[in-house]
């Protein structure tokens, strides 16, 4: 289900909303099964939030002795190389969270890109709780998007979007001359909720095209994010400066 947008009128807005968001999803799913399993997201956007969840505001808030940390997608990169999404998100957040070490689970981006897209979807089989249907199922997916309307590495024209039948796996993307592990459409999809968090300018032609997409133009990425539970857009206002919606206040 897709509620309309939030928008906020700076970044700074946008990035409380959403660590307040996220930390009512939390809460909500520690009472329900014990337990809040959820996926970080990569690329720059998310460092003030993790920063901000970082503070006493959050890590005094949140019960991360019962959260699971996973990734969306990494560079097919080692942990300590700058390009490594695990070390932004180390950097900013694990580090400073009271989250035990063994509940972190990490893609491993040094490894043969399929063999570590094959070893995560196991992991996430394992680790992840069941829906009723038997598909692992996060609580929280947390993505970005780029000007290409591609999420996590799910990016235009390549054979991962295809992928139905694992929750992971690997993709050459030709115009970054790179490998890259992403979650699939299928996981994305099952999520409870799913968080889709934008800002800046160089985002506004995107979202103006998502927003006043014609159907039948073909489906960029993001459009294919369409989860069985809540799809959740937060946007600052510079990357919302074409919809006719106002920010909040
Ligand atoms: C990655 C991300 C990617 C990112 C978008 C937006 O590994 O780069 O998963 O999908 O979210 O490219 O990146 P920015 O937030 O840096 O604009």
């Known amino acids: 289900m897709t509620i309309p947008p939030r928008i906020f009128s700076s970044n700074e807005a946008l990035i409380q909303a959403s660590a307040v968001c996220l930390r009512d999803c939390a809460i909500e799913s520690i009472n329900d099964h014990g337990s809040f399993h959820l996926a970080l997201a990569g690329g720059s956007?998310?460092?003030s939030l993790y920063q901000l969840l970082a503070t006493d505001e959050?890590?005094?808030?949140?019960?991360w002795g019962k959260v699971h940390i996973y990734f969306g997608d990494e560079r097919?990169?080692?942990?300590?190389?700058a390009d490594s999404?695990?070390?932004?998100a180390k950097?900013?957040?694990?580090?400073?969270v009271p989250l035990p070490a063994t509940q972190v689970?990490?893609?491993e981006g040094e490894r043969d890109p399929t063999e570590a897209a094959s070893a995560y979807a196991s992991l996430l089989k394992q680790h992840l709780p069941h829906a009723d249907n038997g598909a692992p199922e996060f609580d929280l997916i947390l993505l970005g998007m780029g000007p290409d309307g591609h999420t996590a590495s799910l990016f235009p024209d390549t054979d991962i979007l295809n992928k139905t039948d694992t929750p992971v796996a690997a993709v050459y993307v030709d115009k970054l001359k790179c490998w890259?592990?992403?979650l699939t459409l299928p996981i994305i999809n099952q999520a409870r909720y799913v968080m889709l968090m934008v800002a800046g300018t160089q985002k506004a032609d995107i979202i103006r095209h998502l927003w006043h997409h014609i159907e039948g133009a073909s489906m960029l990425p993001v459009q294919r994010v369409k989860p069985t539970g809540e799809l959740l857009w937060m946007l600052d206002s510079e990357a919302a400066r074409y919809l006719s919606q106002k920010p909040e206040k």
Not at 85 to 88: A, E, I, K, S
Not at 91 to 96: A, V
């Open 45 to 47: 956007s998310p460092r």
């Open 58 to 63: 959050f890590t005094e808030s949140i019960d």
């Open 76 to 81: 097919c990169v080692g942990p300590d190389h």
């Open 85 to 88: 999404n695990y070390l932004m």
């Open 91 to 96: 950097e900013n957040l694990l580090d400073h």
């Open 105 to 107: 689970y990490r893609m």
């Open 180 to 182: 890259r592990i992403s």
